[in-house]
């Protein structure tokens, strides 16, 4: 071995020290550089969408009940944004809420109420729903409350293997939901609002304080209620049955009962607004409709009857206001607030003795006319309180929360995001609206109908060929004709009362919008 004299060894340490130096330097520089990405990539936001049920667009404080008090929803759209023309395509329980799983109007869908339909939301299909897509990027997620839909098979087993907390009832919840459904017997809270926040928070919480709704979870359910991962963002869908009239018997007959839907309005219920002239004729001839077979609590014929029901409604929206309002301050406990968006939307509105009606399904406003905001504790100062004019459906709720979460709308989806109108972007934007029932039980006709800011034209088919069948593409392939037609000028009668069909004045815009209706069924389709 060579012996090293002074200099060499002088050198060498320089050298060392050199190296050393340089090494740190560059690990500093590398440190810094994924440190300040690390900083420039924020979390990803959490989704809250609350979908209620049978909530007609008139039933907040902010667009016009002289009665119910909203100050937690209204809050929201100062917060946010509201639109002022959103509409539900199919405005029926389950078809509506196959449109949200969708993207898709029921004319491309098919999935109308399983028992009529025979349509399945297909595994294929639900893997490109917008919470499937937000789990396999990364998020937590929650199906909570009503379903009213089938996906994969008659036990929806896509929906309870691809969901982090599946905790649902299939059909109508009831007032108090563990009466008709025995997973919901682990909820303290026996009404089902507050039941269905208590299982939001059980889902949300980080602490040991919901270990009882765990511990008491239907063994046949267990596997499907896991808490939200906290290093992951999280995406709860609330689906309420309220308030929906299936879902209002009983209300405030037990003691625990919260006091609000025992007595709340009582002292005001003279102020509560019944429709002009009541009670209105039926404006659709005996072989378009007929109530004869209408479920029994949408029959609003009698004066009493339909008062009493409108106070209980009204208490229940009260009561989701309260539970909206609870879930905000709750996210403010648990550290997620400046980071979660809530969406809040109804499934379809609700006649309440307008034209001689009960129920939903025809293609009036008070039907497919309903509230709909959208919040971000990310949008500037200049968005808080915007009110949007443009026509929204509820099939762009699903492309609005993806690109909400920066992420792509599948080519599938019909739908469109807003964040566009939002931001004032533009955009070619939509100047109508296809509205459509293929629900032809409990004396609906099937209907196809056409809706801008100005005009409402709607098209009423037999219904002795097609009782209780379900036939989407009929039009289409027999270019059917239609037995009833209705043309409404929206703005100079808002409430529809004056058919222009066989007005020689309209007689352009008749045939305008009967083109109209054909080329969007077929576009659709």
């Given at each position: 071995?060579?012996?090293?004299?002074?200099?060499?060894?002088?050198?060498?340490?320089?050298?060392?020290?050199?190296?050393?130096?340089?090494?740190?330097?560059?690990?500093?520089?590398?440190?810094?550089?994924?440190?300040?990405?690390?900083?420039?990539?924020?979390?990803k936001p959490n989704i809250i969408f609350v979908f209620s049920?049978?909530?007609?667009?008139?039933?907040?404080?902010?667009?016009?009940?002289?009665?119910?008090?909203?100050?937690?929803?209204?809050?929201?759209?100062?917060?946010?944004?509201?639109?002022?023309?959103?509409?539900?395509?199919?405005?029926?329980?389950?078809?509506?809420?196959?449109?949200?799983?969708?993207?898709?109007?029921?004319?491309?869908?098919?999935?109308?109420?399983?028992?009529?339909?025979?349509?399945?939301?297909?595994?294929?299909t639900y893997k490109k729903s917008w919470q499937v897509l937000?789990?396999?990027?990364?998020?937590?997620?929650?199906?909570?409350?009503?379903?009213?839909?089938?996906?994969?098979?008659?036990?929806?087993?896509?929906?309870?293997?691809?969901?982090?907390?599946?905790?649902?009832?299939?059909?109508?919840?009831?007032?108090?939901?563990?009466?008709?459904?025995?997973?919901?017997?682990?909820?303290?809270?026996?009404?089902?609002?507050?039941?269905?926040?208590?299982?939001?928070?059980?889902?949300?919480?980080?602490?040991?304080?919901?270990?009882?709704?765990?511990?008491?979870?239907?063994?046949?359910?267990?596997?499907?209620?896991?808490?939200?991962?906290?290093?992951?963002?999280?995406?709860?869908?609330?689906?309420?049955?309220?308030?929906?009239?299936?879902?209002?018997?009983?209300?405030?007959?037990?003691?625990?009962?919260?006091?609000?839907?025992?007595?709340?309005?009582?002292?005001?219920?003279?102020?509560?607004?019944?429709?002009?002239?009541?009670?209105?004729?039926?404006?659709?001839?005996?072989?378009?409709?007929?109530?004869?077979?209408?479920?029994?609590?949408?029959?609003?014929?009698?004066?009493?009857?339909?008062?009493?029901?409108?106070?209980?409604?009204?208490?229940?929206?009260?009561?989701?206001?309260?539970?909206?309002?609870?879930?905000?301050?709750?996210?403010?406990?648990?550290?997620?607030?400046?980071?979660?968006?809530?969406?809040?939307?109804?499934?379809?509105?609700?006649?309440?003795?307008?034209?001689?009606?009960?129920?939903?399904?025809?293609?009036?406003?008070?039907?497919?006319?309903?509230?709909?905001?959208?919040?971000?504790?990310?949008?500037?100062?200049?968005?808080?309180?915007?009110?949007?004019?443009?026509?929204?459906?509820?099939?762009?709720?699903?492309?609005?929360?993806?690109?909400?979460?920066?992420?792509?709308?599948?080519?599938?989806?019909?739908?469109?995001?807003?964040?566009?109108?939002?931001?004032?972007?533009?955009?070619?934007?939509r100047e109508d609206v296809f509205l459509e029932n293929l629900?032809?039980?409990?004396?609906?006709?099937?209907?196809?109908?056409?809706?801008?800011?100005?005009?409402?034209?709607?098209?009423?088919?037999?219904?002795?060929?097609?009782?209780?069948?379900?036939?989407?593409?009929?039009?289409?392939?027999?270019?059917?004709?239609?037995?009833?037609?209705?043309?409404?000028?929206?703005?100079?009668?808002?409430?529809?009362?004056?058919?222009?069909?066989?007005?020689?004045?309209?007689?352009?815009?008749?045939?305008?919008?009967?083109?109209?209706?054909?080329?969007?069924?077929?576009?659709?389709?």
């Open positions: 071995m060579g012996i090293i004299n002074s200099e060499q060894h002088v050198t060498t340490k320089n050298n060392k020290y050199k190296h050393m130096k340089t090494f740190l330097y560059s690990l500093f520089i590398l440190t810094s550089f994924f440190s300040c990405t690390a900083q420039e990539q924020p979390k049920d049978d909530q007609r667009f008139n039933s907040l404080s902010m667009t016009g009940d002289p009665v119910t008090e909203t100050p937690h929803i209204d809050q929201l759209a100062k917060e946010g944004v509201f639109f002022n023309n959103a509409y539900i395509t199919s405005p029926i329980c389950g078809p509506s809420r196959a449109n949200i799983f969708t993207g898709q109007w029921e004319r491309k869908n098919k999935i109308g109420f399983n028992y009529i339909s025979k349509n399945i939301i297909t595994e294929e937000l789990r396999e990027a990364g998020y937590s997620t929650a199906f909570i409350g009503k379903s009213h839909t089938k996906i994969g098979d008659k036990h929806n087993t896509p929906l309870n293997q691809n969901t982090d907390f599946a905790y649902y009832g299939n059909g109508h919840l009831g007032f108090y939901p563990a009466k008709r459904h025995k997973q919901f017997s682990n909820l303290k809270n026996k009404t089902q609002i507050e039941g269905m926040l208590e299982a939001t928070k059980a889902f949300l919480t980080q602490d040991d304080s919901y270990d009882y709704f765990y511990e008491n979870a239907q063994p046949s359910i267990k596997k499907q209620l896991n808490k939200r991962d906290p290093n992951k963002p999280f995406s709860a869908w609330i689906n309420l049955n309220l308030p929906h009239a299936s879902s209002i018997g009983g209300m405030g007959t037990q003691p625990e009962d919260p006091e609000y839907y025992k007595t709340k309005y009582e002292d005001v219920k003279d102020q509560i607004e019944l429709p002009e002239d009541y009670p209105q004729d039926i404006s659709l001839p005996d072989n378009v409709y007929a109530t004869k077979d209408l479920m029994k609590y949408y029959v609003t014929s009698n004066k009493g009857k339909l008062l009493n029901e409108k106070l209980k409604m009204d208490r229940a929206v009260y009561a989701i206001d309260l539970m909206l309002g609870e879930l905000r301050e709750f996210l403010k406990e648990i550290g997620e607030a400046e980071n979660t968006i809530i969406v809040f939307c109804s499934d379809n509105g609700l006649f309440l003795g307008e034209h001689g009606l009960g129920g939903k399904t025809i293609l009036y406003d008070e039907s497919v006319h309903v509230p709909m905001i959208v919040y971000s504790p990310f949008f500037k100062d200049k968005t808080k309180g915007k009110v949007i004019d443009d026509l929204v459906v509820g099939q762009d709720i699903p492309a609005t929360i993806l690109e909400l979460c920066g992420m792509e709308t599948p080519e599938s989806y019909q739908g469109q995001s807003v964040l566009p109108l939002i931001h004032d972007k533009q955009i070619d934007w629900f032809t039980d409990q004396g609906y006709p099937r209907q196809e109908g056409v809706r801008s800011k100005q005009f409402k034209y709607i098209r009423s088919f037999s219904k002795d060929n097609d009782r209780s069948k379900y036939v989407p593409n009929q039009t289409i392939e027999n270019d059917e004709q239609p037995i009833y037609e209705e043309l409404y000028d929206i703005i100079n009668d808002p409430k529809e009362q004056n058919n222009l069909v066989g007005n020689k004045d309209y007689l352009e815009v008749l045939n305008q919008y009967r083109e109209r209706c054909k080329t969007l069924v077929s576009e659709l389709n």
